[in-house]
């Protein structure tokens, strides 16, 4: 698949793609962004108004929880059908983020978390694979994060479900080399999307702040986790719009050459730059003084 600008996609017969978690943020921003460059897209989303919701703007939006094995099969088999099993591109964004200390996540917290950003992924992407085998063709990209390949405190969960992610798509990368299907890691640092209040929510399920010894970060955690400004990293300043992954996604698409990875964000810039640099306790120093804001208890 050769590079194309929105007018010569257009005009030649359109690709198309799958992507998951379009009910807002990222997913939703890529969605819209690639059918104006010409693509058909379809949508995965969890719930029946979201669906109804993006059918309305133009969308061909399925029911896919990546939670649900009947549901990813199901979604895989109805986009299958509707392009006569020329599908050419996935897109696995579905994901949320666990806080909490490592000590005080449940197997169930974990589970979870992985069930959501690694194991779903997986399976809808085994389910669409041999469609490409048999086109000989494919891009399937994954969005992972700066904490894919960087770990900071209080995102245990998150993190090594992210790095899990990398670890799978690498080899699945090297497993599919010369069958003309190539797979890309987009790894975005701070991006304004319902990451927080997707977390608050999980927050307060799985985490019991009066029972731990990490009671008094948690009252630092949960003021931002309640704020408005949306990050990963606790760079407020440093906040792309999710439009910053589309222009990533495209190349990855688009290209000749698709890479890899692709960084999104000055954090991920700068804490790629500083891993291959540092040592690992130089490393940990540096990641805990930039976190130091978020585990000071809010002032009363």
């Given at each position: 698949m050769t590079r194309k600008s929105p007018q010569a996609v257009k005009s030649s017969a359109r690709p198309t793609i799958l992507i998951s978690g379009c009910s807002s943020g990222i997913g939703y921003a890529c969605a819209h962004g690639l059918r104006e460059r010409g693509w058909r897209v379809f949508a995965g989303v969890r719930r029946d108004a979201d669906m109804q919701r993006l059918r309305g703007e133009g969308l061909e939006a399925v029911l896919l929880d990546v939670d649900d094995s009947a549901s990813i099969g199901a979604a895989a088999e109805t986009v299958l059908a509707a392009t006569g099993r020329r599908l050419d591109a996935l897109f696995n964004n579905a994901g949320f983020g666990q806080p909490g200390a490592v000590e005080d996540l449940s197997r169930q917290a974990l589970r979870e978390q992985f069930e959501t950003n690694l194991f779903g992924a997986?399976?809808?992407?085994?389910?669409?694979?041999?469609?490409?085998?048999?086109?000989?063709?494919?891009?399937?990209?994954?969005?992972?994060?700066?904490?894919?390949?960087?770990?900071?405190?209080?995102?245990?969960?998150?993190?090594?479900?992210?790095?899990?992610?990398?670890?799978?798509?690498?080899?699945?990368?090297?497993?599919?080399?010369?069958?003309?299907?190539?797979?890309?890691?987009?790894?975005?640092?701070?991006?304004?999307?319902?990451?927080?209040?997707?977390?608050?929510?999980?927050?307060?399920?799985?985490?019991?702040?009066?029972?731990?010894?990490?009671?008094?970060?948690?009252?630092?955690?949960?003021?931002?986790?309640?704020?408005?400004?949306?990050?990963?990293?606790?760079?407020?300043?440093?906040?792309?719009?999710?439009?910053?992954?589309?222009?990533?996604?495209?190349?990855a698409l688009e290209s000749r050459r698709p890479r890899p990875r692709y960084y999104v964000t000055v954090p991920t810039y700068l804490f790629g730059y500083m891993r291959r640099l540092l040592s690992s306790r130089a490393m940990d120093w540096l990641l805990l003084r930039a976190t130091t804001s978020e585990r000071r208890p809010p002032r009363r």
């Open positions: 997986m399976e809808l992407g085994n389910h669409l694979i041999p469609a490409m085998r048999a086109r000989g063709r494919g891009r399937i990209v994954f969005n992972s994060s700066v904490l894919g390949f960087t770990a900071l405190p209080y995102r245990g969960a998150y993190v090594a479900s992210k790095f899990a992610m990398e670890g799978l798509a690498d080899t699945l990368r090297m497993e599919l080399a010369g069958s003309g299907i190539h797979v890309s890691l987009i790894e975005p640092g701070p991006i304004t999307s319902r990451f927080r209040s997707n977390a608050l929510r999980k927050y307060q399920q799985h985490i019991r702040p009066q029972e731990s010894a990490h009671r008094t970060v948690y009252k630092a955690l949960e003021k931002r986790l309640a704020s408005p400004d949306d990050t990963t990293t606790g760079g407020g300043r440093f906040t792309l719009p999710p439009e910053a992954v589309l222009k990533r996604l495209v190349h």
